[in-house]
């Protein structure tokens, strides 16, 4: 059977697991695909959140994208059916109906992230907004891959979320990305240059689902507001 994949590139291998949703392939991967990729320069790039740690971060440098992640605005339009600038954040998050509080609080969020991307010409999108009936996952898709920084608002309601059989389009797009987010993770051999995790405020630390989450920094509004506006807007 193995033989049958021995030509195969290791990038469509992970594509199918990734549509498989057998995420805990992808983890059990890591590790080889590590030995087989990883370098020193890139394990201590100072652009990547890589690494554990959940206390007050310290200065970051800006990142800048990859040029292969800078795609035309109408190649983009297109695909997502809304307009995007040169450079824009995407974000992800769930709340329940009744979650009130929960609700308010990426509101604010979201309100500093638009006021700061007003000021640094950088768009910020709601994953929510970014519906297109016509190629749902295939907009998404390319909002993923030409997006700056992705945002993931993690909760209690996100990770029940990932595991519940809800089949709304909403829900299948969130769980889409997350899909992309953890196969580039691993393709990028434990490096993270793009993925920032937030908590907001009231929010434990035991709804990092695994994967990428629970090894990179994660900045918790708004304690954490100032470091991660300069890490996204920098």
């Not at 990883?38 to 959140?49: E, I, N, Q």
């Not at 604010?108 to 749902?136: A, P, R, Y």
Request: proline share 4%; with cysteine; hydrophobic share 40%.
């Amino acid at each position: 059977m193995l033989q049958r994949f021995l030509n195969c590139p290791l990038n469509r291998i992970l594509d199918a697991i990734c549509e498989l949703n057998r995420i805990d392939v992808l983890l059990v991967l890591q590790p080889y695909v590590n030995g087989m990729e990883a370098s020193a320069h890139a394990l201590s790039d100072a652009a990547s959140d890589s690494g554990a740690f959940f206390d007050e971060p310290g200065p970051s440098a800006p990142m800048a994208p990859s040029s292969h992640r800078i795609a035309k605005n109408s190649h983009i339009q297109a695909a997502t059916g809304i307009r995007l600038s040169n450079r824009f954040i995407l974000v992800t998050h769930h709340e329940e109906a009744t979650s009130a509080g929960l609700k308010k609080n990426f509101k604010w969020l979201m309100k500093n992230l638009k006021k700061h991307g007003e000021q640094s010409t950088i768009s910020v999108f709601d994953i929510e907004e970014c519906t297109n009936e016509s190629d749902l996952l295939g907009g998404l898709h390319t909002m993923f891959e030409n997006a700056v920084h992705i945002v993931c608002v993690f909760s209690e309601d996100y990770k029940r979320m990932l595991h519940s059989d809800n089949d709304s389009q909403c829900v299948v797009m969130k769980k889409y990305l997350h899909n992309l987010m953890n196969t580039e993770y691993v393709r990028e051999v434990g490096v993270n240059r793009r993925f920032r995790a937030v908590l907001l405020q009231g929010t434990e630390r035991d709804v990092l689902p695994t994967g990428w989450p629970q090894n990179t920094l994660v900045y918790e509004f708004p304690s954490h507001h100032v470091h991660l506006f300069k890490k996204l807007f920098e």
